[in-house]
């Protein structure tokens, strides 16, 4: 299945801002959050499709917006 | 359920992009989107959870970026 574009660039963006603010494992993150670490890696690779529920706990994990996880998308 | 405030602004701020941008009725955007009206006014009232895929689809639809559908959400 061919992954959509705006799927990649959520992918990138949530991986970028999850360094950035200090999450270097993805493990350490997806505890932090409540969600399982196959699911955040899935995610990255834009093969998961996240609700909008779950855009925001991810943002409140981060302490950013939630549209700055959609910053890079069109 | 308790209906929880990120999804009462996401409605919100769709129903008011939908509004001005031109589509007075749901019926019509639904269709112009290819989404079923009752699911239209499920998202505008918080009732529903939209994945990222039908938050780029709606964005699309009334040609404002994705990010655009999340600026009052906290």
């Given at each position: ?12 963006r949530?991986r ?25 890696s ?31 998308i069109?």
């Amino acid at each position: 299945m061919t992954i959509p574009a705006h799927r990649i660039a959520f992918g990138e963006r949530l991986r970028t801002l999850r360094r950035e603010l200090g999450w270097s494992s993805q493990e350490a993150f997806a505890h932090h959050v409540g969600l399982d670490r196959t699911y955040i890696s899935g995610l990255e690779r834009g093969s998961r499709n996240p609700t909008l529920d779950v855009i925001v706990k991810l943002a409140h994990g981060l302490d950013v917006k939630p549209a700055e996880l959609l910053s890079t998308i069109y």
